[in-house]
C-alpha cells in the first residue's frame, strides 16, 4: 500500500528544501496551488502546509503566504515536550548507532524499577536534519518481555509508542521531563559540538496502571541547533 497523498506531497516539498531549492525565506505553494498541482482537495493541501508548519518546516502567516523556516532553529516546544506518535516529527533520517538486548545494569538509561538482570532492548539512534547535518540523539530502553521482537523491525524508522500499541501493550500514562544536560564526549562526537557543551533533553517515562516504567527514551538536541518556541494566541480582554 503506497503513502497517502498528503504525506507525497510533503516528502516532495521536503526533498526541495533539502536540496537548496527552497531556501530559507522562500515562498511555499499556496493551498491552491497545491490543488490545482496535485489534484488534491482544499482539506489536504491545507493538511500539508499545516503539518510543515507544525513540524517547524515552515511558517504560515495570514494574508501573507507561507515560506520556509530555518529548520536548524524552528521547534515548537508543546510539540517537543508532547510528542505524537502519528507523525513522524521533525524531518530528516535515522541513523542506528547501537542496538541490542542487554541487562538493565548495563543499559545506556536507567530503567525505574527494573533489577539489573531484568532483560531490556536498548536502541540508540542519531537524528539527521534534512541538511543531513545531526540534530540530535535518540536512546531507548524498553523491557524485554513487552518487546521481544523490536530489534526485528525497521529500526530507521521505528517509532517505539506504536510498535507498543500495535503489540496491544498496555500503557496508561506518559510521563515527560525537560532537563538541563552537558554533552558527554559520545555524545559531543555524535552531534559535532564541544564535550560539555550544554544542551536540553526530553526524558519520557512509559507506565502501566500499575506504574510499572516499561520504557524510558531521551532526545538530546544538537546545541545550537534549535530555538524553542512557545505560539499562543493572546487573551481577549
Do not use: W
Amino acid at each position: 500500500m503506497g503513502q497517502p497523498l498528503y504525506q507525497q506531497i510533503r516528502r516532495d516539498l521536503e526533498s526541495q528544501i533539502r536540496a537548496g531549492a527552497l531556501p530559507t525565506g522562500a515562498r511555499l505553494p499556496t493551498e491552491k496551488e497545491l490543488c490545482e498541482k496535485y489534484g488534491v482537495s482544499r482539506h489536504t493541501s491545507q493538511r500539508v502546509l499545516n503539518e510543515l508548519a507544525h513540524a517547524g518546516l515552515a511558517i504560515r502567516r495570514r494574508r501573507q503566504g507561507t515560506v520556509v523556516a530555518d529548520v536548524r532553529r524552528q521547534i515548537d516546544l508543546l510539540s517537543f515536550a508532547s510528542p505524537d506518535p502519528k507523525k513522524s516529527g521533525l524531518p530528516g533520517r535515522h541513523e542506528v548507532i547501537s542496538a541490542r538486548v542487554a541487562r538493565a545494569g548495563d543499559a545506556v538509561l536507567t530503567l525505574p524499577g527494573a533489577s539489573p538482570d531484568t532483560a531490556v532492548v536498548e536502541l540508540v539512534r542519531r537524528k539527521l536534519d534534512v541538511r543531513d547535518e545531526p540534530s540530535s540523539i535518540e536512546r531507548h530502553v524498553i523491557l524485554f518481555a513487552v518487546a521481544p521482537t523490536l530489534l526485528d523491525q525497521d529500526l530507521d524508522h521505528l517509532v517505539s509508542l506504536n510498535y507498543l500499541r500495535d503489540r496491544a501493550v498496555e500503557i496508561d500514562t506518559m510521563r515527560i521531563y525537560l532537563d538541563p544536560v552537558v554533552l558527554d564526549e559520545t555524545e559531543a562526537a555524535l552531534l559535532g559540538s564541544d564535550q560539555g557543551s550544554p544542551a536540553l533533553q526530553r526524558r519520557r517515562e512509559l507506565r502501566t496502571s500499575d506504574r510499572t516504567v516499561i520504557e524510558v527514551a531521551t532526545v538530546v538536541v544538537r546545541p545550537g541547533s534549535a530555538e524553542f518556541f512557545l505560539e499562543l494566541p493572546v487573551p481577549k480582554v
